[in-house]
């Protein structure tokens, strides 16, 4: 079956614009997270949804937020990016909230300039 | 706040070695701990998890070993091959909240 997909791959951005990025989970997966990787912090947890509810929530500021459709499908929006929002965006499915067994995306990597 | 974390960010190894990986945590709360594998160019892949109640697990190729009263984790790979070349991270969690994760330990190996 089909894994996570997270779409776009790639973003270029300007400072103090937005963006949105996509998230579709394994199919029957209804929990979908959201992770920021960077070299310097690692994988920081975002948000998790669960029937489109927000179940979890990380320690960023409200720049950062998301939403989970009926169809568990996800995204995630940064409103007025910085240059410190540059990284890996990482989502992760699974079938229940917070399984252990967790399956990631391939990421959007977002360059912020 | 409590974290976890790993004890060597890299770890060389020769092709055909055991390969052992260690973690230290801090929240004696959680209830799992996983490892995950990351190959460049890709998100996590989980690999093997094991319960607080539980002190050694299994997989092929892979035991995780839990040792509570240090707070410790450990991932041995055995008969390391160029394929087992990856970042490798330990994560903690606890029932209903979000896997906390390491930072890393960069595993490289030479044939």
């Known amino acids: 079956k089909a894994g996570v997909t997270q779409t776009p791959r790639y973003l270029i951005k300007t400072r103090g614009q937005q963006v949105t990025l996509s998230c579709s989970p394994i199919?029957?997966?209804?929990?979908v997270s959201w992770y920021q990787q960077t070299p310097g912090q690692g994988l920081q947890f975002l948000f998790e949804?669960?029937?489109?509810?927000?179940?979890n929530k990380g320690n960023f500021p409200g720049r950062f937020s998301g939403r989970q459709f009926s169809n568990s499908r996800s995204e995630m929006n940064v409103s007025t990016l910085e240059l410190g929002d540059s990284a890996l965006y990482l989502c992760?499915?699974?079938?229940?909230?917070?399984?252990?067994?967790?399956?990631f995306g391939q990421g959007t990597r977002l360059t912020v300039v | 706040g409590e974290s976890v974390g790993l004890h060597l960010p890299t770890l060389s190894v020769q092709e055909g070695d055991n390969s052992i990986i260690n973690c230290a945590y801090s929240?004696?709360?959680?209830?799992?701990f996983i490892w995950y594998k990351q190959e460049s160019g890709k998100g996590p892949q989980f690999i093997i998890d094991?319960?607080?109640?539980?002190d050694k697990r299994q997989g092929q190729r892979v035991t995780v070993l839990l040792n509570k009263t240090v707070k410790h984790l450990s991932l041995q790979i055995a008969a390391t091959q160029p394929g087992d070349s990856a970042v490798y991270f330990c994560?903690?969690?606890?029932?209903?909240?979000?896997?906390?994760f390491g930072k890393g330990t960069t595993l490289s190996v030479s044939s």
């Open positions: 949804y669960f029937s489109e509810t927000q179940r």
């Open positions: 094991i319960r607080s109640n539980m």
């Open positions: 992760a499915s699974s079938l229940e909230v917070m399984r252990t067994e967790a399956f």
């Open positions: 199919s029957g997966h209804r929990s």
């Open positions: 929240n004696s709360a959680s209830d799992y």
């Open positions: 994560a903690e969690n606890q029932a209903g909240t979000a896997l906390i």
